[in-house]
């Protein structure tokens, strides 16, 4: 028997071609503005800014709508500054001898390097954990399904709800995190996926000069 009992569809609006296309433009035009941010004002934004954003988030589809994510929102400094000071020593490791050549390479043209003080400038560190499991009252593992695909798919509207609600945002995986767990003080099942920086950007602030690839060689339009 389902669980969910089916109910009428709400909220959907229909909207001719001619809206749509103005619709698609405008939202192209907007997130295409979407950069990440590296260097970060220390200007406050309120809380409920990312609350909504963090439910936005929530709102992603997830295979077998286990919802396998939690968001830990960290403001405090002093904790700002341990996961700086612990995601520094493992990026030292990382950029000196555990990446591969080829990652540095790839890097290389970004400018990026170990040194992370925007994780205690910015305002917020989203920290998305992805939970591979649930336990239910009887102490049972419940089984996730998709989870990377699922939590993926949260972030993707984190960082576009952030851009829209007018904030900055950096997408930081220092590698390894599992460092984040215990700092944080999440359980066995939860594993952190990505740190997202949000804030105002700082006065004068630079990205990277980079280009995204056209439409004919990222889509293939079949029909
Ligand atoms: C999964 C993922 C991990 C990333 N990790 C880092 C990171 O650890 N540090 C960093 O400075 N940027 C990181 N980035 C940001 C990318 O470098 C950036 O998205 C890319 O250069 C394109 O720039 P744009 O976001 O301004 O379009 C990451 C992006 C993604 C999607």
């Known amino acids: 028997m389902s669980k969910y009992r089916p109910v009428p569809l709400k909220g959907y609006v229909t909207r001719d071609g001619a809206q749509m296309q103005r619709r698609a433009a405008n939202f ?5 503005t979407r950069r990440t941010v590296r260097m970060f004002s220390k200007r406050p934004v309120p809380q409920g800014v990312i609350e909504k954003c963090v439910l936005s988030a929530a709102t992603a589809p997830s295979g077998a709508h286990m919802q396998p994510w939690h968001f830990v929102v960290v403001s405090a400094p002093a904790v700002k500054r341990r996961i700086r000071l612990a995601a520094e020593k493992e990026e030292r490791e990382f950029y000196r001898k555990r990446a591969p050549k080829a990652w ?7 400018g990026t390097d170990a040194e992370k003080p925007y994780l205690e400038t910015a305002p917020y560190l989203i920290v998305v954990f992805q939970r591979g499991y649930d336990v239910d009252a009887a102490g049972e593992r419940i089984k996730h399904y998709y989870v990377s695909e699922s939590v993926g798919i949260a972030c993707g509207i984190l960082l576009t ?7 900055a945002t950096l997408t930081h995986t220092p590698s390894p995190m599992g460092f ?7 359980p066995a099942n939860e594993r952190a996926a990505m740190i997202v920086v949000a804030g105002y950007p700082a006065k004068g602030a630079k990205v990277p000069n980079i280009e995204r690839h056209p439409l004919a060689d990222i889509a293939t339009f079949v029909g």
């Open 28 to 32: 192209y035009r907007s997130i295409k």
């Open 104 to 110: 540095l390479k790839a890097l290389a043209p970004l």
């Open 161 to 167: 709800a952030l851009h829209h609600a007018g904030l």
């Open 180 to 186: 984040l767990r215990t700092l944080l003080g999440r």
